[in-house]
């Protein structure tokens, strides 16, 4: 079975430019989620979707920060404009479907951007 | 609000000695716990997880934690490390909502970078 893709792995930018991550989750995983994971931290949650509707964008800075699901299989985020301090892995992780199941989490292996 | 606490952030220890990574966590209501390793480069692999029952519970590479109510712990072990448990390793939690299950969720700790020495 495929794992979670995500493109690019790896991602150099200035600040004040723009960029895109995509993600493709499990098949039949109906939630994915998008995680920031700075440098020597955990990773924090920025959006949550279930099918192609967000549960849960509280940690999502939405002045910047934006992401689809549009059909309620691949995710894009989006940066606009990058800051430095965005500087960082952008995880993203599908399970089953929220409210049942273990609640594990598969991941993705990160795409990592640098904002210079 | 729930929150992780990995109280070393990094452990050394030699090749073949038992090693125990410390995970305290504070929640208002009902969670899972799990422990997932992040091999460098890599993403997160899921060590094992505590839903309910015995609060031993035994994951993949030979780790094994305890879940502690009282002290609300989820500390991780291994008796016999190896060089390639090298890595960094979080510690979450996933909030339950009464009537709806987990919230899928997970709110991770900061993580211990295990140094595994020959």
């Known amino acids: 079975e495929a794992g979670v893709a995500q493109s690019p792995r790896y991602k150099i930018i200035e600040k004040r430019q723009s960029v895109a991550f995509w993600c493709n989750p499990i098949?039949?995983?109906?939630?994915l989620y998008w995680y920031q994971q700075i440098l020597g931290q955990g990773p924090k949650l920025l959006i949550q979707?279930?099918?192609?509707?967000?549960?849960?964008d509280s940690q999502l800075p939405k002045d910047r920060f934006s992401a689809e699901r549009l059909k309620g299989v691949d995710s894009t985020l989006k940066i606009q404009p990058a800051k430095l301090e965005d500087s960082a892995v952008y995880l993203c992780?599908?399970?089953?479907?929220?409210?049942?199941?273990?609640?594990?989490?598969?991941f993705g292996e990160g795409s990592r951007l640098t904002v210079l | 609000a729930q929150s992780v606490t990995q109280l070393d952030s990094q452990v050394p220890v030699f090749e073949e000695a038992p090693v125990e990574l410390r995970c305290n966590y504070s929640s208002s209501v009902s969670v899972y716990l799990f422990w997932y390793v992040q091999y460098p480069n890599q993403g997160l692999q899921l060590l094992l997880k505590y839903l309910s029952g015995s609060t031993l519970v035994k994951g993949i590479n030979g780790f094994e934690a305890e879940f502690n109510k009282s002290q609300t712990s989820f500390h991780l072990r291994k008796p016999s490390v190896h060089i390639s448990d090298t890595a960094e390793y979080f510690c979450a939690v996933s909030p339950l909502i009464h009537g709806s299950g987990n919230t899928g969720k997970l709110i991770f700790g900061q993580g211990t970078t295990l140094q595994v020495k020959p």
């Open positions: 992780a599908s399970s089953l479907i929220r409210g049942s199941g273990t609640g594990e989490l598969f």
């Open positions: 098949s039949g995983h109906a939630t």
């Open positions: 979707f279930q099918n192609n509707g967000v549960v849960d």
